[in-house]
């Protein structure tokens, strides 16, 4: 079970079974990010019951209920109370799904899932661009912009690298700079996000690599961003 494997599941979830799932059990022994979701969850589900105490049926509602479905005739009337505290649960459980998937910033649970989605990403072998290296400063500005963070390009000339153009794209859930170099005829592709998008630590000046399908995706961070750079082996 992965992340949002995981989320759709705490969507859904019967909450008044004590036995959850192994798998679920299992991401939740490896998976902090998702941890605190589940905590906060059971969280809510303590106010609400706090808040809505097991009250008796009022006199009469079952034998209505039954009326109405079977003859079709005799309108349900539920009396205030009630209806308040539908409405209230109802409304709990929008603002905890909303909470659940809106601003809350896509992160990489680790170096080897950071080099999957770039090397998966560059395999797809889509190579448009929006600008060429002649627009590049202004290409820069417009990506930290709707990135929110200082586009840095490291210099990768020295290494026999040269800038063939670049846009934006998403990693798999993560909005980042995507550039295209080539090296020796083949075309390398450069991703960089922000260092918010880590679940995890990484130092500065650390450097990684991970081999995937044939590629080699080179990870480091530097200048408080993370760059992936993408070739084929």
């Excluded at 109802?90 to 659940?100: C, D, Q």
């Excluded at 090397?119 to 002649?134: I, Y």
């Excluded at 450069?190 to 690599?209: P, W």
């Amino acid at each position: 079970m992965n992340c949002n494997q995981f989320q759709d599941w705490l969507l859904t979830r019967d909450v008044f079974s004590k036995n959850e799932p192994p798998e679920a059990l299992t991401h939740l022994n490896t998976c902090t990010a998702c941890k605190r979701l589940y905590m906060m969850d059971l969280g809510l589900e303590e106010h609400l019951r706090a808040g809505f105490p097991e009250q008796e049926m009022p006199r009469g509602l079952a034998d209505r209920i039954d009326m109405a479905l079977d003859q079709e005739k005799v309108p349900l009337q539920l009396n205030r109370p009630f209806l308040g505290a539908l409405a209230a649960l109802i409304t709990l459980t929008a603002i905890l799904f909303f909470f659940m998937n809106s601003n809350r910033p896509f992160r990489y649970e680790s170096l080897d899932h950071l080099g999957e989605t770039a090397v998966l990403t560059h395999l797809k072998g889509n190579t448009a661009m929006s600008f060429t290296p002649d627009k590049l400063d202004e290409a820069l500005a417009t990506m930290g912009k709707e990135l929110e963070f200082d586009v840095i390009l490291p210099d990768l000339s020295k290494k026999g690298y040269t800038l063939l153009g670049g846009r934006l794209c998403f990693v798999g859930k993560c909005r980042t700079a995507y550039l295209f170099y080539q090296k020796n005829g083949q075309t390398v592709s450069l991703f960089i996000l922000n260092n918010t998008h880590l679940d995890f630590k990484m130092a500065e000046g650390r450097e990684a690599h991970v081999e995937i399908k044939d590629c080699r995706a080179d990870i480091w961070k530097e200048n408080g961003q993370v760059y992936a750079l993408v070739s084929s082996s």
